[in-house]
């Protein structure tokens, strides 16, 4: 989505050493692969390309599914990231810099969002990567996206196990979502209240309450087949977000325990706690 981030992540990218190409028309992509594929035979077989495109390049979506159909059938396997925002966030970006929506035309900056919302649709569901930016900063989208460009080789898949509270929404990007509040809340405990679910006694509490530990063992079994097939399909990354009611305390102490049961030799755990700071 137009204001969601893309100038950050394509400066994020280069940062890691790809080679970026920003505003690409999509119909010039597969040219892009074949000059890839010789410096590849010439030797730089480290070599990562990207490709930031937008709906500056219209028409857009069906000269995008085309290029990628292209490079596909060249041996290539592309992965799609697709940054996006709430309305609320986008509307808030482009009034803070004046600029005007680029479906907007003549009428409101909402609706050339809603617009391009409608337009991209289809690709953000085909997306392997969905980022959802809104409540980021520009440094905290920075590490959010390092884990998931900076390392080539490796982890083949890539889990952010993200905490967050369901009173501040729950993330646009998760692809699974738990709910925290069947444990007893912290908050009620005196001594527990102003800690959080990564300080140990907060922690040890959540984690010994009946139903957590089976919880934890039967979302350990659940994504076994899940990593597995999406390691087959080519997807590289994924989020599960785990919530309670402010994202503070069970929601912090269940994603930092299952982040580290759900990490292996093929699958590398991150932890993103949203909201934690927030109250």
């Known amino acids: 989505m137009s204001g969601a981030g893309r100038s950050t992540a394509a400066n994020v990218l280069e940062d890691h050493g790809w080679y970026v190409v920003d505003n690409l028309p999509p119909q010039l992509i597969p040219q892009m692969g074949h000059l890839a594929t010789e410096a590849r035979n010439a030797g730089r077989r480290d070599l990562r390309i990207a490709a930031v495109v937008d709906v500056r390049a219209r028409p857009f979506s069906g000269e995008l599914r085309e290029s990628l159909d292209t490079i596909r059938a060249d041996g290539w396997r592309p992965q799609l990231m697709f940054l996006d925002a709430t309305d609320e966030a986008l509307v808030r970006r482009f009034e803070s ?11 409101r ?41 900076g390392v080539a080789g490796g982890p083949s898949l890539r889990l952010a196990v993200m905490s967050f509270g369901f009173k501040y929404g ?24 102003s800690l959080t679910g990564v300080d140990a006694p907060v922690s040890e509490y959540v984690l010994a309450q009946e139903g957590a530990g089976s919880f934890l063992d039967r979302v350990v079994g ?27 305390h069970r929601s912090v102490a269940v994603a930092q325990e299952l982040s580290v049961r759900l990490r292996d030799d ?14």
């Open 97 to 107: 810099v004046r600029r005007p929506h680029p479906l907007q035309g003549d009428g």
């Open 222 to 248: 659940l994504m076994e087949p899940v990593t597995g097939g999406y390691r087959r399909e080519g997807r590289r990354y994924a989020t599960i977000a785990v919530g309670c009611t402010g994202g503070k």
């Open 109 to 149: 900056l909402l609706d050339g969002i809603q617009a391009e919302r409608t337009m991209l649709g289809d690709l953000r569901a085909e997306a392997h990567v969905v980022i959802d930016t809104s409540g980021l900063n520009v440094h905290q989208l920075r590490r959010k996206l390092t884990p998931i460009v």
């Open 170 to 193: 729950v993330p646009l990007d998760a692809d699974f979502v738990f709910d925290m509040r069947f444990l007893p809340n912290p908050f009620w405990v005196p001594e527990l209240r």
């Open 266 to 279: 093929d699958v590398a755990t991150f932890v993103v706690h949203r909201d934690l700071g927030r109250e």
